[in-house]
């Protein structure tokens, strides 16, 4: 796979799109029997629904494979390059990881879009999908495997482990010398299993425990906009808001008209929060610490910037935190001192996101400092490797 | 630390290099005691000269922390930047990791150059060195703490583990949520300790069985001075060549001059090299696949390139490999299809270092594929932030 060119693996995914796009019939009845073993199973309406696929599902994903050829290679990108006062040319150049191990719960589709994602980058990929979607995985696998070997790469780049057990989870994450990096696709006990067990190098999403500041004398309709649509768009993702901050010179003003734009999230505050909003609940450390992943989330009011900065020091993930300000002082303070994955200056957490952010496709989140911090692209499948070029050079 | 200037550390480093030099000969009593310390306890005279400072390597240690100051800051690069359809200014900036954890052992300069590389970079930094550098260490750190106070920076910025047992070390390398990364900076048995102890990230030197190819038509009097550059400039370190792999065409000409150039080495061969070099003895997978570090060396004779790459496959360490060619195809197989942190062509594995690449300064070299490769400089020191800078924007 590392010695392929970039024509060869896109032409790889055009012919598994296609195969997709032509099996879509047959990976639908795949996907059938995973659900109807599922109902039997007593899976809640949550799981069918991550588990279904229909015809639209299955066109998206050949799509999905198309979009991915059509990015730019990032294998072979000379990051940086320079000549040595004795003549070396030494250059930094973007080599693919080797194999990628990922680990993901029952949605099929993630099959595709990380396959296509490891292929694209010159990896080859193991698959470990869950027991429930594993006669779906199959299928679309399947057609993977057979668009590398339509296009002359080997089938074998594509891995699909069949055995779904528990135990075999656990002896995935310890495959030392044969997975480069392991990704987990999935919640938190998935997470806390890879952090327990792993032995290999793996890069994880954590916890997104978002806070939004309003500071003194923001622009506090722009301030409600954003808290509104970083709470409510899509409550149950890792990059919503989870905690707000406000600064005690507006706070009176904003927060009633906060609570009445979006009545339907249960507010936890701290005292001075419940003097202007009674209705609030008492918020507890656990509030302010944890993740609600629905309609509700902690207030508290500061009297400083400082006061906000340490509070996110405190509670925060490291995901993504925001701060609504008109002052530039304060925008420079926030994105310098706050130590997150992303900070954003007026504008709503939910941005902090692959395609949001145009890196054209997303493998996941990183809250990790090593390696790669926040969405990562095809680039973040990538290593790097030292070039050097001489005529003869021998060390004096 | 974060939110310091690059001028207020360099104050300190500037600072802490003048202390050091006020304060050279009671650092000298402080290593006085050490040795002592080391000769009763029966120490060999290798650890004992590694231990041992003098008047030159205390104003080494000041001069590199002046160096360390004159090196460009990497925090705040802007690595990437670009604008969204929706205006949102994205960039990707480089920040420090946090906390740095350095575990090394007896050599007392590795506390200010490992420190002065951290501070620089805008970390925190814990040192954890070993039992017989304690008095050592605990006189180079006042000093590195007390130019961070002079220069208006908090002293606990650089932290000096005062518990030397193995216990502690353990303990250590379990810091989680507080060292941001672990380097250690010492032989096999300190990374084999971290690979079975460490929760925290770390970053890591393997080992370098490092490769030369000397291929068919390549110019042999520069081969020759390559390999014995590579082998017995100085035979102890990681980059030094352990292994030759010689193409047939050229192995009966170049064999016996090379043998003949460092007759100090000792040579194991395979079966084809022993007809070529009969005082060569019989090389074992032991022989291809371990570091002799010292002056011994293994060869095989191949008879293409692709035996040479399936060669390193099997039996390098990912460190650094090289070829010896005059061709141009062969140059570029050979850079695309060999995984290791470094590849050269036509110089000596000898120059991948910090120093010589050019990095200005060097903290370890990864054999690692994640986060850092190769040389570590201070880039390797940090992080990346996702900064967005909006004027409001929402998701819909």
């Known amino acids: ?44 309406a949550t799981s069918l629904d991550r588990l279904r696929l229909d015809a639209h599902r299955v066109a998206s994903m050949a799509q999905g494979l198309r979009d991915v050829a059509a990015l730019s290679d990032p294998v072979g990108e000379v990051v940086a390059g320079w000549v040595r006062p004795n003549g070396l040319r030494v250059s930094q150049v973007r080599v693919p990881l080797g194999v990628v191990g990922i680990i993901y719960e029952n949605r099929p589709n993630v099959t ?27 299928a679309v696998a399947g057609a993977l495997r057979d668009g590398l070997e339509a296009a002359g790469l080997p089938k074998e780049a594509i891995g699909l482990v ?26 938190a006990s998935l997470i806390a299993s890879i952090k327990e067990h792993a032995t290999v190098p793996y890069v994880i999403d954590g916890e997104g425990n978002c806070h939004i500041y309003v500071d003194a004398g923001s622009d506090l309709v722009m301030a409600q906009a954003i808290v509104v649509n970083a709470k409510t768009q899509r409550p149950g993702v ?15 003003d904003f927060l009633p008209k906060l609570a009445a734009a979006m009545p339907e999230v249960a507010l936890a505050g701290d005292e001075a929060t419940r003097v202007i909003l009674p209705d609030a609940s008492l918020a507890t450390d656990a509030d302010f610490g944890g993740e609600y992943l629905g309609l509700a989330m902690s207030v508290a009011i500061v009297d400083s910037i400082d006061e906000a900065i340490d509070h996110i020091a405190r509670f925060g993930s490291g995901h993504s935190e925001a701060i609504v300000t008109g002052d530039v002082t304060a925008a420079i303070r926030f994105t310098t001192e706050v130590d997150a994955a992303a900070v954003l200056v007026n504008a709503s957490t939910r941005f902090i996101d692959g395609g949001e952010l145009g890196l054209g496709a997303e493998i996941g989140i990183s809250t990790q400092k090593l390696h790669a911090r926040g969405p990562m692209g095809l680039r973040e499948l990538t290593s790097i490797r030292y070039v050097v070029m001489g005529t003869g050079q021998v060390r004096t």
């Open 1 to 44: 796979m590392a010695r392929s060119s970039s024509g060869v693996r896109n032409a790889a995914l055009m012919c598994a799109a296609d195969l997709i796009d032509e099996r879509s019939e047959a990976i639908l009845e795949a996907n059938a029997a995973d659900l109807e073993t599922a109902r039997i199973g007593g899976a809640d």
């Open 162 to 187: 069949a055995d779904t057990s528990r135990e075999s989870a656990v002896a995935f994450m310890q495959l030392e010398g044969i997975i480069d990096c392991l990704i987990p696709r999935g919640g």
């Open 238 to 252: 890792c990059n919503a808001a989870e905690s707000l901050l406000v600064h005690r010179a507006v706070a009176t």
């Open 112 to 138: 595709s879009d990380a396959a296509a994602l490891c292929l694209k980058s010159g990896n080859a990929v193991l698959l470990r999908g869950s027991s429930s979607a594993i006669v779906s995985n199959t």
